[in-house]
């Protein structure tokens, strides 16, 4: 894979020019109508949509740099995903936040790198592609918590709107792996767009088999509401096989729109007010001059689930304690920023399999140069496959889990755990770009992933700077509903993988990762302990709940306490959705701005 590693040794010289070419596009400007901290997966939609007005200006202020520059070809490769994502902090590219979380005490101690997008588009530039709603259940109960106006027939049209279904090439796919996906449910004019790999990862061809043989069946899309069972997944792929992004959806309209100021390379410091109305931000350049922009209308914040609550707080909202301890003057004291943080975390199982997989990439240089040289040519091949294309969800019987079904409130078909396939070894997802087995076989992998997390974990500033990472704690693993949900998804995933369907897909029937000698209840959970990671889908620190349940913004997303102010990401959600929270991100922007719209009217 040479040709794609040879481009790493020149991205700093890239970032530098990249540097250079965007300075001319700090703002000459003083006053916007709205101000947009955050050129993200949420904030690139909202502006797209509040500049189809022409008679309203908008800012974007961005801390990354435009992608295409920083990352070529990686950042918009399906396959690509890989790299940069591991847990250690020295996995990191150069559109990455390098954002570490602090010791985990479920984990052992653990610190993690927690990948996060750091450009324009956000971590729509570091995701994995997959496109997945959550269950009607899941808007339903964000509805029922005390936000009017979001349960599941009234957000589905935000969805259906925010994407445009490319077809499946079904000619170039495996004919066990075809797929039929329901288009007046997926859209047909919406800026991003969905689609599937042109070649399939052959593993999943024998994990729905399996899966099926173990009552777990095929479902017909995971974008209707009903996410249990089986399917090969939608992602965020155009006709050419390149990631769709809210970047490559929104980038060329905002560029040659007079009413928009993109703003990157560049640092929101805080949010300025007159008593407690939002009246602008004050934003730091590349070059160290700090920058003062009014919002005449309203100052929107998208900058993640990390991010927007340390925003808030370095500004003066959030906890009166946090804030007094860093010699910020509080606007607002509300305990409840930067609290909730919810996540989904996964764990693997692994096999030697006989057939092609990512880990050949590593150890076979006449390989790789093939299979790159038909992705660029014509759009085929194994690049054009997001590494997690087979994908199912399923919900456990009180049954299964035991004592802490007690804590089980999930609502109606709302899963507890999914399931992802990936072609190649992960193992403790260190760094498994680099990390892949050197001894001649292909490996394959099974992920479990917990999608109804109880554990709660916290964003609080480190300092009064937001230049300084704040400080991260996903609490990851610290609920016992959390640790049975894993416990019983290990055992299940090894009931699918040692079914008789998965043997012609090993060269060697034993399990090599974590191996036979994990079995005992300890066992697994002490493995699981020591090799559980992120799937990076924080959310929920600024959560839209009453503020008596733990909010910080209200239904339509303004700030409690303040005025002017609103909060447009998956900091936002009161519950992290079961599956890939990017579809819910682009829902959440478009009614936000709809909801932004009115109030101008």
């Given at each position: 894979m040479s040709n794609f590693y040879g481009y790493r040794s020149s991205l700093l010289q890239i970032a530098v020019a990249a540097l250079c070419l965007t300075q001319g596009q700090f703002a000459e400007a003083t006053s916007y109508d709205f101000v947009i901290a955050g050129g993200g997966s949420a904030g690139l939609i909202l502006a797209e949509r509040l500049s189809q007005n022409a008679s309203l200006s908008v800012m974007v202020i961005e801390a990354g740099g435009n992608p295409d520059i920083v990352y070529p070809l990686y950042s918009s490769t399906p396959f690509m995903a890989v790299f940069g994502i591991g847990?250690?902090?020295?996995?990191?590219?150069?559109?990455?936040?390098?954002?570490?979380?602090?010791?985990?005490?479920?984990?052992?101690g653990r610190s993690i790198h927690y990948a996060q997008g750091k450009s324009l588009g956000g971590s729509s530039m570091r995701n994995f592609n997959v496109y997945t709603r959550g269950s009607c259940d899941t808007y339903n109960k964000w509805e029922s918590l005390g936000n009017p106006g979001w349960g599941w027939g009234c957000v589905l049209p935000y969805f259906e709107r925010s994407t445009s279904l490319i077809e499946p090439r079904n000619d170039l796919r495996f004919a066990n792996a075809s797929v039929d996906p329901v288009a007046s449910l997926i859209g047909t004019s919406g800026p991003i767009q969905i689609g599937y790999p042109n070649e399939a990862a052959p593993f999943g061809t024998f994990l729905k088999e399996a899966m099926t043989a173990n009552g777990l069946n095929k479902t017909a899309d995971f974008t209707s509401g009903t996410l249990n069972g089986w399917q090969w997944a939608s992602t965020t792929i155009d006709a050419a096989m390149n990631r769709s992004s809210s970047f490559s959806a929104t980038f060329p309209l905002l560029s040659a729109r007079s009413n928009v100021k993109l703003v990157y390379p560049a640092l929101v410091?805080?949010?300025?007010?007159?008593?407690?109305?939002?009246?602008?931000?004050?934003?730091?350049?590349?070059?160290?001059?700090?920058?003062?922009?009014?919002?005449?209308?309203?100052?929107?914040?998208?900058?993640?689930?990390?991010?927007?609550?340390?925003?808030?707080?370095?500004?003066?909202?959030?906890?009166?304690?946090?804030?007094?301890?860093?010699?910020?003057?509080?606007?607002?004291?509300?305990?409840?920023?930067?609290?909730?943080?919810?996540?989904?975390?996964?764990?693997?199982?692994?096999?030697?399999?006989?057939?092609?997989?990512?880990?050949?990439?590593?150890?076979?240089?006449?390989?790789?140069?093939?299979?790159?040289?038909?992705?660029?040519?014509?759009?085929?091949?194994?690049?054009?496959?997001?590494?997690?294309?087979?994908?199912?969800?399923?919900?456990?019987?009180?049954?299964?889990?035991?004592?802490?079904?007690?804590?089980?409130?999930?609502?109606?078909?709302?899963?507890?755990?999914?399931?992802?396939?990936?072609?190649?070894?992960?193992?403790?997802?260190?760094?498994?770009?680099?990390?892949?087995?050197?001894?001649?076989?292909?490996?394959?992998?099974?992920?479990?992933?917990?999608?109804?997390?109880?554990s709660r974990g916290s964003?609080?500033?480190?300092?009064?700077?937001?230049?300084?990472?704040?400080?991260?704690?996903?609490?990851?693993?610290?609920?016992?509903?959390?640790?049975?949900?894993?416990?019983?998804?290990?055992?299940?995933?090894?009931?699918?993988?040692?079914?008789?369907?998965?043997?012609?897909?090993?060269?060697?029937?034993?399990?090599?990762?974590?191996?036979?000698?994990?079995?005992?209840?300890?066992?697994?959970?002490?493995?699981?302990?020591?090799?559980?990671?992120t799937i990076w889908h924080a959310s929920s620190t600024c959560a839209m709940l009453p503020k008596a349940r733990g909010g910080v913004v209200n239904s339509r997303l303004q700030v409690y306490g303040t005025t002017n102010l609103r909060v447009v990401d998956a900091s936002i959600f009161p519950l992290v959705p079961p599956g890939h929270p990017v579809a819910s991100v682009y829902m959440v922007a478009g009614k936000a701005a709809d909801m932004i719209l009115a109030d101008v009217k």
């Open positions: 847990s250690d902090p020295a996995d990191t590219v150069p559109i990455d936040w390098g954002t570490v979380t602090t010791p985990q005490k479920g984990l052992g410091k805080k949010v300025n007010f007159v008593g407690t109305k939002a009246v602008g931000v004050t934003y730091n350049t590349s070059t160290g001059e700090l920058v003062t922009i009014n919002a005449t209308r309203e100052v929107v914040i998208s900058a993640g689930a990390f991010r927007s609550p340390q925003l808030l707080q370095v500004s003066g909202i959030g906890p009166a304690e946090l804030l007094t301890k860093h010699g910020i003057p509080i606007i607002v004291n509300n305990k409840n920023v930067g609290g909730n943080l919810q996540d989904h975390s996964f764990f693997t199982q692994s096999y030697r399999v006989n057939m092609s997989s990512s880990t050949r990439f590593g150890v076979d240089p006449v390989y790789a140069e093939e299979k790159i040289s038909e992705y660029l040519t014509d759009h085929t091949g194994p690049l054009t496959n997001n590494n997690c294309d087979f994908i199912a969800f399923e919900k456990y019987d009180n049954k299964t889990l035991g004592k802490e079904a007690a804590y089980n409130d999930f609502p109606g078909k709302w899963p507890h755990v999914e399931w992802a396939s990936a072609s190649g070894f992960v193992g403790n997802y260190s760094n498994p770009g680099k990390n892949q087995p050197t001894d001649g076989y292909d490996y394959a992998t099974l992920m479990g992933i917990l999608v109804a997390p109880k964003v609080k500033i480190s300092s009064n700077d937001t230049a300084d990472t704040p400080l991260i704690d996903p609490a990851f693993f610290t609920h016992p509903f959390d640790r049975k949900v894993l416990l019983e998804t290990f055992k299940r995933g090894r009931k699918f993988l040692g079914s008789p369907e998965m043997a012609g897909a090993y060269s060697d029937p034993t399990e090599y990762y974590p191996g036979p000698s994990v079995q005992t209840d300890n066992e697994i959970l002490q493995y699981i302990k020591e090799n559980m990671m």
